[in-house]
């Protein structure tokens, strides 16, 4: 008896043991479908980079858990002039490496992001010029009217002048001169966690940053990031324990996940749409009909969207994960409309009447050009809506490869029918996919207007929106161009996609928003 | 000796150059890189202003000579996705390559060839025929179904090895290895076990074959005559003279593997080459493609030579032609 208690006690305190030094420190193992590309925040456009660099690097304004946009290193501001914006800085911050943040510090970073070479100007269009009025007010100006930099400055994270100056990084990395730059491998910023230890394709380690200006929700110690390319090792590692989170969990693990007790899997509809777009020219690409473009007929276009069985391609293709849409932006993102929403019935009858009509009552053939890697099941989309317009005679010669190899033929404009998907993001607005997608080409905008559609009273529309300051006017502009365009069926949507998170025993909870950024400043861990 | 030397570098540079040149003319085909290295709300101005300063706006041939011309410098550039130095980066991840393949292959000669022997001298034994049969299975599936299949039995069932990655490692300046530290040894063992399946029944059924063949020939029978025990029959006089094929194929199976480890980095998340391949073909990274290419064919080529001076090694009778001077003449 007396050796049992003995056993229990030395079991007992052993446990208690196992429990305090696990609640010593909180390590979130976070396994990822691939590692970001560098640590510099400036050095590629690329959303998932960004986001994970976003533990680290902080910039004058970020969203909240609604995805509105609320102070982070800018505590308030003021529009004094349509080309003027004042921002007001958040004293008593410190990077990193313990140098106070100052307006020298956005200066310096404005003129980075900014820079003939910075991949990412993109992404902050209107600005001009930044003037420094005191250590913690800076003055921005910008083009005339320019509404959205509230919303491009959510992506422009901020680095230490001092940090960059001594580590010669003040210019972006010029991939053309093929120099390395210093921000590649290191990292000095603001966030709520510092990076500890890089190793490229294998791991990279954040710790908490103690000194953090906002209040931490989180409990996390430290982040352990691993890029798992194979999803499969991804879905072996989270079941084995190995990784507590991943961001990308494979739609066909998704109910064996679910099948384990530990894990949670967060399954929702991101912001991105995918649609399908039209050569609007003169001539098809390779259709047995060449004296004119069918595509140009809505009657046509009309068939195509109606012989298109979404509910069966939401069940089968997408098991039952997407959401299925009339509209060109999701339901998160400003200037979308219920209304707009609705789709246009499923019925192939009704479609071969209005081929009839339009003069096609064999139908015809077309291209229709398609990636395998973009979207979630990108490729069985295609397959699957060839089928459908097969069965009302229309039938698509389906080319499938990589993206890169496609864009290329997007670009110079060589498909009938093609295949884009768009989150509007960094901007979270629905200005982003009229600028750069349904407006006709023109000076900057219409870069991804790749069949030449024009709609010239929707390009006034768009180029009124782009100059006007106030959000509601704005936006009532952009849900009218939004529904011109619907009304003359020039796009067809099918589904917002779904994005799948999965979580194990030692997470708690975590915020997980539409655009499928982790956020693990708010993640808990038990 | 130094004649030798000096038409194997010349053949090299020769062999590098139809490599490199084949590589550009196969990176046409690719797509465009611009496109994946700006977001979606770079204009278009931007995006030829970028495509200006890679120089991707060239035709094919100037493209290759001026990599040509740097190469020679030995400045690669940087790549286009990671930003950072060629070089440095093939140099970081070819240490963890480099060990898998050699452990690997040690596996592999150390239980082919035992395995291999074993089935020529027992051809009836129920246990040989076994592993002829296994090593069928190990030709014939491929390495990321074994890998698959090894992750859910030893980290989802068992939780005995880890899933993915190289654990803990050691660097010694710029080389790391995994060996000496215990979470790097547990972290090899599934990578290299299925990376060497293939190998260890590969060089079995060569050895079983090659072996069945010597112990027909007269030699070995008049060695049996003269009462030698069948120990030193089987390995003296019987094995050494199977040896030429299994360390040619054994050499180019290296060479293979260090190449085209690429299946089994990526189910393990092996930060090797290969991985670094297989993204670099993703973002149509052509600096390190380039790289890597001219890196591979040296390989082999190093390879080669290095297998023909152990057939020196092996075969008595070509030490006696390299002696005397003569190429192939007897």
């Not at chain 2, 000796?1 to 570098?9: G, P």
Request: hydrophobic share 45%; aromatic share 10%; charged share 20%.
């Amino acid at each position: 008896m007396k050796s049992f208690l003995k056993t229990s006690v030395a079991c007992i305190a052993a446990l208690t043991l196992t429990t305090f030094s696990a609640a010593a420190e909180n390590v979130l193992k976070w396994g990822a479908q691939r590692d970001v590309v560098s640590l510099d925040p400036y050095s590629y456009g690329d959303t998932f980079t960004i986001a994970v660099l976003n533990h680290v690097y902080e910039g004058l304004v970020r969203y909240d858990d609604n995805l509105q946009i609320a102070p982070a290193l800018a505590t308030s501001w003021e529009v004094v002039s349509p080309t003027l914006w004042r921002f007001h800085l958040r004293q008593g911050v410190t990077f990193h490496d313990g140098a106070p943040f100052t307006a020298d510090d956005v200066l310096a970073s404005l003129t980075r992001v900014s820079d003939p070479a910075s991949p990412l100007r993109g992404n902050l269009p209107a600005y001009q010029s930044a003037k420094k009025i005191d250590d913690f007010t800076v003055e921005v100006t910008t083009t005339p009217n320019y509404p959205l930099l509230l919303n491009d400055l959510t992506n422009i994270v901020i680095f230490d002048k001092e940090w960059l100056v001594a580590n010669k990084a003040e210019a972006p990395t010029d991939v053309g001169k093929g120099v390395e730059g210093y921000a590649t491998a290191h990292a000095n910023g603001t966030g709520p966690f510092k990076v500890v230890s890089r190793k490229p394709d294998a791991e990279t380690v954040f710790e908490v940053n103690k000194a953090w200006w906002d209040k931490p929700r989180h409990n996390i110690d430290k982040i352990v990031f691993t890029p798992i390319t194979s999803a499969a090792t991804r879905v072996a590692a989270l079941l084995s324990g190995e990784i507590d989170f991943t961001n990308s969990a494979p739609l066909q693990d998704i109910p064996r996940l679910q099948a384990s007790s530990d894990i949670k899997v967060l399954a929702s509809n991101e912001l991105r749409t995918v649609f399908f777009v039209f050569n609007r020219t003169d001539k098809t690409i390779a259709s047995d009909i060449t004296d004119k473009n069918p595509m140009n007929d809505i009657k046509v276009r009309q068939a195509m969207y109606q012989s298109i069985d979404i509910d069966a391609l939401q069940k089968k293709v997408m098991r039952g994960l997407s959401r299925n849409t009339g509209s060109m932006v999701a339901p998160a993102i400003p200037g979308y409309v219920e209304a707009l929403d609705s789709r246009l019935p499923y019925d192939p009858d009704a479609a071969k009447k209005l081929l009839a009509e339009a003069g096609y009552p064999n139908g015809f053939t077309f291209s229709f050009v398609c990636e395998n890697d973009g979207y979630v099941n990108e490729e069985e989309i295609c397959q699957a809506v060839s089928s459908m317009w097969a069965r009302v005679g229309l039938k698509a010669t389906l080319d499938v490869a990589p993206t890169s190899l496609q864009t290329a033929k997007f670009e110079s404009g060589k498909f009938d029918v093609g295949i884009l998907g768009w989150a509007n993001e960094p901007m979270i607005d629905s200005y982003s996919i009229l600028v750069q997608v349904v407006h006709s080409k023109t000076g900057t905008s219409g870069v991804f207007n790749w069949g030449g559609w024009k709609y010239p009273e929707v390009d006034a529309l768009i180029d009124a929106a782009g100059k006007e300051l106030d959000r509601e006017k704005r936006l009532d502009f952009q849900s009218e161009a939004l529904t011109k365009i619907k009304d003359d069926v020039a796009f067809l949507p099918l589904h917002q996609q779904p994005m799948a998170w999965a979580t194990g025993s030692k997470v708690e909870s975590l915020v997980q928003l539409t655009d499928n950024k982790p956020r693990h400043w708010l993640t808990k861990m038990k | 000796m130094l004649a030798i030397i000096v038409k194997r570098i010349g053949n090299a540079a020769l062999v590098m150059l139809v490599v490199a040149f084949i590589a550009f003319m196969i990176f046409q085909f690719l797509g465009d890189p611009v496109q994946l290295m700006l977001n979606a709300q770079a204009s278009q101005e931007e995006r030829v202003a970028l495509r200006l300063r890679l120089g991707l706006d060239q035709p094919v041939v100037m493209q290759f000579f001026s990599f040509v011309i740097r190469a020679v410098q030995g400045d690669f550039g940087i790549s286009f996705r990671n930003q950072r130095e060629v070089m440095s980066l093939i140099a970081e991840r070819f240490p963890a390559t480099f060990e898998l393949v050699m452990v690997s292959t040690v596996l592999a000669l150390a239980i082919g060839v035992p395995l291999g022997v074993f089935a020529a001298i027992n051809p009836k034994n129920p246990a040989a025929r076994i592993a002829r049969m296994i090593s069928m299975v190990g030709v014939s599936v491929p390495a990321f179904v074994i890998g698959i299949v090894l992750i859910l039995v030893f980290s989802v069932q068992l939780g005995w090895l880890p899933a993915f990655g190289r654990g803990e490692v050691v660097q010694f300046g710029t080389w790391s290895t995994g060996l000496l530290t215990p979470s790097g040894r547990l972290a090899l063992i599934m990578p290299a076990t299925s990376l060497a399946l293939f190998q260890i029944s590969f060089i079995m059924r060569l050895v079983t074959a090659e072996m069945l063949e010597v112990l027909r020939t007269d030699y070995v029978k008049f060695a049996r005559a003269r009462g030698l025990p069948d120990r030193i029959v089987h390995f003296r006089h019987a094995l050494r003279n199977c040896m030429m094929p299994v360390v040619t194929m054994t050499g180019m199976l290296i060479g293979d593997l260090i190449a085209f480890a690429l299946v089994t980095e990526t189910v393990f998340q092996w930060p090797g080459m290969g991985l670094l391949f297989v993204q670099a073909v993703m973002f149509i990274d052509i600096p390190v493609m380039a790289a890597y290419l001219m890196i591979v064919s040296v390989i082999f080529i190093t390879l080669n030579t290095i297998v023909d001076f152990i057939y020196l090694a092996v075969d008595p009778r070509l030490r006696q032609t390299g002696t005397a001077g003569g190429a192939n003449v007897r």
